[in-house]
């Protein structure tokens, strides 16, 4: 089952909580010494700076795939740390990634030591808004055979929060390549609690032998799997990069949102619950898949009038970056959540990215 941790940073006893937390991910995603030890630094040094700087926020901790899948069977695990807060946000982005830069009496080495030891880092800063950090630790396997190829040149990335803070969420993402396909998906289990994230894994197995499946044809096989679970509402989405075509399909109420050149349209699912009560007939959609879209699959924990600004269409953004930064403009202490949210972005991978 998807194990998160949601570790609020409001004081500083709850730093170690989240150097304790980074420590478990990283036995979860089979990680040695040495990147165990890097994981447990940089979930320290931002949980700090939330104090120290933002006044508090979260911590959320996850164990990932790679944000690039250089080949067919990827079985690398890493451990993804996101920070969010609401603070006052950092006006110089790039002063506050040098080493030596504060605004309090510390050493002020916190976020360009995480962007150094972190195999993946990006931050997104508005003043008046709040920062919002993604950094994720973990190295290849040895001897990977890579398999470059046009569908290294999508991303896939998300977040994942449990609902009150439990330790399972009920949603789950993955994705997987066939050739040149790559497929994302997002299941979000009926209810919330470990029955519901019992559904939402089968879903992430079954996945993982449908990489070469339409959409269509992956959740009819993805309705066999999630029988005699609660169900769950399930959106596929594939990129055929040869193609340069997008489709998509789903079943219940998982929220789908396709930005290009800037322009959001809707992606819509069928009524229905994958592994209880699936629709007879299934549509794909499909769209044309450039350099410049962004696809956004989210499940209901995020407000239904959810509405993305210019942040959530940044191509050239870290996905998952682009995912929390999601849920931190979608939060309202005025409107609480009630469920697990979980918020999943497909997005163009450039050549010419660092």
Partial sequence: MPRVWDVPVHDSTRVRDAR????HAATL??????HTATAALVATELATNLLKHAGGGRVLIDVVAPTVLTAERDETRLVQV???D???GISDVAAALSDGFSTTRSLGAGLGTCARLADDFDLHSVPGR???V???IGAAPDGRAAQPGPAAGVRAGAVNVPFGGADYSGDAWAWVRSGDRVTLMLADGLGHGPEAARASTA???ALRGSAHLAPAEALRRLDTALTGTRGAAVAVAQVDTRAAVLRFAGIGNIGARLCEGGTWRHLVSRPGIVGTHRPTTLREQEAVWADDRVLVLHSDGLPSRWTPTPDTCRTAADPALTAAVTVRDASSSARPVRDDTAVAVLAPDPPDRP
């Fill in 203 to 205: 879903a992430v197995e």
């Fill in 20 to 23: 304790v937390a980074a420590e």
């Fill in 29 to 34: 995603a089979g990680l040695d010494e040495q």
């Fill in 82 to 84: 996101v920070t969010v």
């Fill in 86 to 88: 609401h603070g006052p």
């Fill in 130 to 132: 709040g920062t919002v």
């Fill in 134 to 136: 993604v950094a994720r």
